[in-house]
């Protein structure tokens, strides 16, 4: 086993687990319900289909329909028995012990009949120093692992689950010796300065200057005249793709490597590559990182098998800037060496995350994907016209987002691929969602009482960090500061809020959003009154956006933006008039341990909020990753009682 399970869609009546084995498995699941009898179902290649990726690497994606619903609230050990050569078979405490609690036999799950009470973060960079979020959440669970009451309904991971265009040298060396010794599979690469996977991993420039490979010489001139008015960017945008993903089994092996404690195991005596003196002292800062990134794992890969896990993608699954402009799209999409490094990526997300929401709707996909990878063992070599044609199917999918019928309705938004195109001037931000999308999302929230919104990118940011965003984007610098927020696109901007009044939406909705590295909640009023006949209430939202689950913002220049924030659009300002949110009451929910009065909260970790009856926060705080304690952003009506003496509670208008 390489990594895995990892809980996924989780129903009364179905079961969605995600493994890898180096070899196709036979194998049966125990289930023991603490109330009811138990359970064992054999899975055959209806509920389990495994995908050979190398020669010793089998994706295995089981799907399981039960012919009893399990029961709901209350504990549910389980296991996942392997069929051994011998005729035996050996359960999780034997091929995964780090999966185990202490004193657990078996892991066990939770399928809780509201979604109440929900983990949330974003942005889980190996190399980033501060600790893993993820072992902090799973420190969480092991408080109450006996009580079902208290247990996550989800783990909603919102973006950043990998860093495909950020990765260390020593984790792109552990990539590499993985990719040899699992086998997996190379490819040919078109229109590159390299001709195939091999030549791209034996180039001097394979490590800390990709971007030097990244595409060939002629075309790179060509692309940077064409995009970026001739400036030295190429057209992977992120400063830091010194050593960028490029094929797929490096993405595969990523993935690998970023959850399971196992394949590190499988490479720990790989020898370091030949670098240049000046890379030394890097690689040095980044093997320390990723040394504590190694001793979190086992936790990290406990949480993600015992807790429902939803995933979406954002922009460093794929690469930075990711459909950030209509511009962006054509010129990345024309080039063949620049499609298949987003194309693998995207592969990769399909079968390592996409595909865990919603199994139902990427069969054609795994089809394609199988025919793909059936004639590799001739020469280990992907077959490139079934590798692009899966490519363009996924670059044209439009079925990653996620809808759960539960109380309250959640709803995952794709905001990286059907984005709202700014015709008129290419070159700007593209709106998160289009016209069709957002007309999509408005059906699926007609009558219902309260939905929970995942939205990788936060709805309602900080302003002023939004208007440096505009400022750049009319500079011509939208890309510089990765200028994607809601407000950026006025069309989208317009729907999103008139969905909010629609008379037949929610009343309550909480937006879970990651993305920006810091923390904070608002607490959001439209102030026309729904147009309802039985009620004049006005639509409530409120955002909550956590911390990177591995990765900070820089501090001393967030602390700046968060003073000249509450300075320049204090209550009475009028700079508020000139901003899209006019319509808007917005009040912040202060974090109780700040010092000077902070409405952000800056430090990895993961979110977590309690919901009430009526969908709306109970309880919102931030579990900080070095597991010293835990922020609570406090409610207006929490923060009244110390606003008397602290004169430190604002309300925006």
């Known amino acids: 086993m390489l990594a895995g399970p990892i809980l996924r869609r989780l129903e009364p009546g179905r079961l969605v687990l995600w493994l890898v084995g180096s070899a196709p498995l036979q194998l049966s699941l125990a289930l023991a319900p603490a109330s009811g009898p138990p359970r064992r ?68 799950l939770v399928l809780r009949s509201r979604s109440d009470n929900i983990l949330f973060g974003s942005c889980r960079k190996p190399h980033h120093p501060a600790p893993d979020g993820l072992a902090r959440a799973d420190a969480l669970l092991a408080e109450h692992l006996e009580r079902a009451d208290e247990r996550p309904a989800m783990l909603m991971l919102c973006g950043d689950q990998v860093y495909a265009d950020d990765v260390a040298g020593p984790m792109l060396a552990a990539i590499h010796a993985l990719i040899r010794r699992l086998g997996l599979y190379g490819e040919c690469l078109d229109g590159a300065v390299v001709v195939d996977s091999d030549a791209l991993y034996r180039h001097r420039a394979s490590y800390y200057r ?69 890379f030394a002292e890097r690689w040095r800062r980044e093997s320390e990182a990723l040394s504590g990134f190694r001793r979190d794992l086992p936790g990290c890969a406990r949480l993600l098998a015992h807790v429902q896990t939803l995933m979406i993608f954002d922009d460093h699954d794929i690469t930075d800037d ?95 691929t059907r984005r709202w195109r700014n015709r008129r001037r290419p070159g700007h931000p593209s709106g998160l969602m289009d016209w069709e999308s957002l007309t999509e999302l408005q059906h699926e929230l007609l009558d219902e009482t309260a939905a929970v ?114 300075w320049l659009y204090s209550p009475r300002s009028p700079l508020n008039w000139f901003t899209q949110r006019r319509d808007l009451a917005l009040t912040p929910y202060l974090p109780d341990r700040r010092k000077h009065g902070e409405r952000v909260w800056n430090g990895a970790g993961i979110g977590q909020v309690w919901l009430d009856a009526q969908g709306r926060p109970l309880r919102i705080v931030q579990h900080n990753a070095d597991g010293g304690y835990s922020t609570r952003f406090l409610a207006p009506e929490e923060e009244a009682s110390r606003a008397t003496t602290s004169g430190q509670a604002f309300t925006e208008h």
């Open 41 to 108: 179902l054999v899975l055959d290649g209806r509920s389990c289909r495994a995908l050979r990726v190398g020669r010793h690497a089998w994706v295995h994606l089981i799907d399981v329909a039960l012919p009893e619903p399990l029961p709901q609230d209350t504990l549910i050990e389980y296991d996942l028995l392997v069929e051994l050569p011998d005729g035996g078979e050996a359960g999780i405490a034997h091929w995964a012990p780090h999966l185990l609690h202490r004193g657990e036999s078996r892991p066990n």
């Open 210 to 278: 990709r971007e030097e490979l990244l595409p060939a010489i002629r075309s790179n001139d060509a692309l940077r005249d064409r995009f970026f008015g001739g400036s030295e960017k190429p057209i992977f945008t992120t400063a830091n793709a010194h050593n960028h993903l490029v094929t797929l089994a490096e993405v595969l092996a990523m993935y690998l490597l970023a959850w399971s404690p196992v394949p590190w195991q499988l490479v720990a005596d790989a020898p370091a590559p030949l670098l240049e003196p000046r």
């Open 322 to 416: 990711w459909n950030l402009s209509a511009k962006w799209e054509t010129t990345a999409y024309q080039h063949p060496f620049s499609r298949r490094i987003v194309g693998n990526a995207l592969v990769a997300y399909m079968l390592c995350q996409g595909w865990g929401n919603r199994p139902e709707v990427f069969a054609a996909a795994l089809d394609e994907l199988a025919a793909m990878t059936a004639t590799a063992d001739l020469d280990d070599r992907l077959d490139a016209p079934v590798q692009d044609a899966l490519i363009t199917r996924l670059l044209s999918f439009r079925q990653w987002d996620v809808v759960l019928r539960t109380k309250p309705t959640v709803i995952v938004l794709d905001t990286r």
């Open 453 to 566: 919104i995942v939205s990788p990118t936060p709805m309602f940011g900080v302003k002023l960090i939004e208007v440096v965003q505009r400022v750049a984007t009319f500079a011509g610098l939208a890309l510089t500061v990765d200028a994607e927020n809601w407000m950026a696109h006025r069309g989208a901007a317009g729907s999103m809020l008139n969905i909010f009044r629609h008379s037949r939406t929610p009343g309550n909705y909480v937006v879970l959003s990651g993305d920006v590295h810091y923390s904070f909640a608002y607490d959001i009023q439209l102030r026309e009154q729904r147009e309802a006949p039985d009620t004049d209430r006005s639509p409530h939202v409120w955002q909550i956006t956590s911390s990177g689950i591995k990765n900070e913002f820089p501090p001393r220049l967030l602390e700046w933006l968060d003073r000249l924030n509450r």
